[in-house]
């Protein structure tokens, strides 16, 4: 029978947290689906939990990596086994809602579509929010992604809170870049081709925000080089588009990487850092004209972007923690 959704979940270090996370998907009002688990050398006992749970549901498919490679490269690897209809991404430290996946499902088929996006609830310190917050009603239309930005005016550049057709992702070889922030293009790269996309007002995801997280954590020469690389390939597809609004959205996410991605760049740099600080420089100095017509971002941001981006970025963590 075939697989109607294949579930990836890659881990590392989430014992904790893994069993809630999976329960979440056992759980499910659809049951012919297949849960692809990739443990990314976990030292923990993220493994021996997941190999207890395993046994008592074939579903689960456990892959486990020798060494560490990273999210990117555990998504990948579990997109190449998958044979569900659909992909459906989910971070180990997070959950579904109940009954979710058989709604997503029957939509999907219903409108034949490519890309299928949801809402989430996005928890920090036991506080909650509803988001992307563009969707406040479910779309009647199916549209293409450039049509969909147009409308959205925005892009929730997170792979998790949709659900994939593999024979699109598989057709125009998308993937996950080999790097940090790998969910950004990757979510951009498929609405520039996407002909089918629709959005439903259900909340279907519970991302938990970890001061240890990926997102989280301190910043690193790697989540730098993370940032740069993102940046180099945001310029690209902006130039890749005739759509006036999705370049106008792609330019917001390269405004919030400009003010992220300085975070290195105030202390004392080496050759590696230089490195990196000079292709930052040429992508900021190649868009800063664009930064300041942008119409989907205030204007004493833009302004203060265009002028000093490292200022800017000084200015932006203080704001972030008020």
């Known amino acids: 029978m075939p697989i109607d959704i294949s579930i990836i979940i890659p881990v590392y270090n989430t014992q904790e947290y893994i069993m809630r996370c999976i329960n979440s998907v056992l759980k499910q009002d659809l049951k012919n689906i297949e849960i692809i688990i990739v443990d990314d050398a976990s030292t923990d006992t993220s493994y021996e939990t997941i190999l207890k749970i395993q046994r008592t549901d074939n579903?689960?498919?456990?892959?486990?990596?020798?060494?560490?490679?990273?999210?990117?490269?555990?998504?990948?690897?579990?997109?190449?086994?998958?044979?569900?209809?659909?992909?459906?991404?989910?971070?180990?430290?997070?959950?579904?809602?109940?009954?979710?996946?058989?709604?997503?499902?029957?939509?999907?088929?219903?409108?034949?579509?490519?890309?299928?996006?949801?809402?989430?609830?996005?928890?920090?310190?036991?506080?909650?929010?509803?988001?992307?917050?563009?969707?406040?009603?479910?779309?009647?239309?199916?549209?293409?992604?450039?049509?969909?930005?147009?409308k959205s005016g925005d892009i929730a550049v997170v792979v998790w809170n949709k659900l994939w057709k593999r024979s699109f992702l598989n057709s125009n070889k998308i993937q996950f870049e080999d790097r940090k922030f790998e969910d950004v293009d990757f979510v951009v790269r498929a609405l520039l081709i996407s002909q089918r996309v629709k959005s439903e007002k259900i909340v279907i995801y519970n991302y938990i925000v970890r001061n240890n997280s990926t997102m989280t954590s301190g910043i690193t020469l790697k989540k730098t080089q993370g940032y740069v690389s993102l940046m180099i390939t945001l310029d690209k597809l902006i130039h890749k588009t005739q759509s006036v609004s999705m370049k106008k959205a792609i330019h917001k996410?390269?405004?919030?990487?400009?003010?992220?991605?300085?975070?290195?760049?105030?202390?004392?740099?080496?050759?590696?850092?230089?490195?990196?600080?000079?292709?930052?420089?040429?992508?900021?100095?190649?868009?800063?004209?664009?930064?300041?017509?942008?119409?989907?971002?205030?204007?004493?941001?833009k302004i203060l972007v265009s002028i000093n981006p490292l200022l800017a970025n000084m200015l932006y963590k203080k704001i972030k923690k008020i």
């Open 253 to 301: 996410i390269l405004i919030y990487t400009f003010l992220s991605a300085p975070d290195y760049f105030h202390k004392k740099m080496k050759n590696e850092e230089l490195v990196e600080y000079k292709k930052y420089k040429t992508i900021y100095k190649k868009n800063r004209l664009s930064i300041l017509g942008n119409e989907y971002t205030n204007l004493p941001l």
């Open 59 to 150: 579903r689960i498919k456990l892959l486990r990596l020798k060494e560490n490679r990273g999210q990117a490269f555990a998504r990948n690897l579990a997109l190449s086994k998958a044979v569900g209809d659909y992909i459906l991404f989910l971070d180990s430290d997070d959950f579904l809602e109940e009954n979710v996946l058989k709604k997503l499902y029957d939509i999907s088929k219903k409108y034949d579509l490519d890309i299928l996006e949801a809402r989430y609830n996005k928890i920090t310190d036991n506080k909650s929010e509803i988001k992307p917050s563009y969707i406040k009603e479910s779309m009647h239309d199916v549209l293409s992604g450039e049509e969909y930005v147009a």
